[in-house]
């Protein structure tokens, strides 16, 4: 158990529609990672956001956004999903120890869009 | 980051070592090789990471070679549990000597570790 809580587990929703995927970090992380594993692209990194303020983004879709909260949770926004958007989301929270960083990924979202 | 090369797949017999190859010659001195490792679809698993000494910790040891081009990933007595895919992956240290950012993951190796 990494510490980093994920919800929903699983999600099967519509083509068109929006769903918003929920991560909580481990205790005192103040950054959070959001990363998208589909069968064909493999692990993509989408965004990151350090203690509320985006740091970073990659190839994250204009439909996409996100958000991290003055509580350190974070949120994914998925809007006019697409059956491309089936894939599972994973969100990790990191610790910077001296001058090395160490992420530690929750158990994802498996979303599937109909 | 600097490109990383992995064999797609590995076997290794219960109790065995298993070494996990990856190449990364084009790796600047300022990129730290990082390995991850998912066991079927959960999230990533930190494992171990160094810079270019060889590194140990409680699940498995780092030895990456003196030109800093390839290392490889031992797991000194391989259990069924360890049946995953293994990643490597290098990143880039910061001016201030910081790693951190995206992670970016290849296609790493399938291990699977058979009885």
């Known amino acids: 158990d990494s510490g980093v809580t994920q919800t929903p587990k699983h999600l099967i929703t519509a083509t068109g529609q929006r769903v918003t995927l929920r991560c909580s970090p481990r205790s005192g992380d103040l950054s959070v990672y959001w990363y998208q594993q589909s069968l064909d692209q493999g692990l993509q990194f989408l965004i990151h956001y350090y203690n509320g303020e985006e740091r970073a983004k990659g190839n994250i879709l204009e439909r996409f956004s996100a958000q991290q909260f003055p509580d350190l949770h974070s949120e994914l926004n998925l809007s006019s999903l697409e059956l491309g958007d089936s894939a599972l989301y994973f969100c990790?929270?990191?610790?910077?120890?001296?001058?090395?960083?160490?992420?530690?990924f929750g158990p994802g979202t498996r979303l599937l869009v109909l | 980051d600097a490109k990383t090369t992995q064999p797609p797949s590995m076997d290794c017999a219960e109790g065995r070592a298993a070494n996990l190859p990856c190449n990364h010659s084009t790796i600047s001195g300022n990129e730290y090789v990082y390995w991850y490792r998912q066991i079927h679809s959960q999230g990533p698993q930190y494992i171990i990471h160094g810079l270019k000494n060889n590194e140990t910790n409680e699940m498995a040891s780092l030895i990456i070679t003196e030109d800093r081009k390839s290392s490889t990933l031992i797991l000194p007595h391989a259990t069924l549990r360890d049946t995953a895919v293994y990643y490597c992956?290098?990143?880039?240290?910061?001016?201030?000597?910081?790693?951190?950012?995206?992670?970016?993951f290849g296609q790493g190796t399938i291990l699977t570790v058979h009885p």
């Open positions: 992956i290098v990143r880039v240290r910061s001016a201030g000597g910081t790693s951190y950012g995206k992670l970016t």
């Open positions: 990790a929270s990191s610790v910077q120890q001296g001058i090395v960083e160490t992420q530690y």
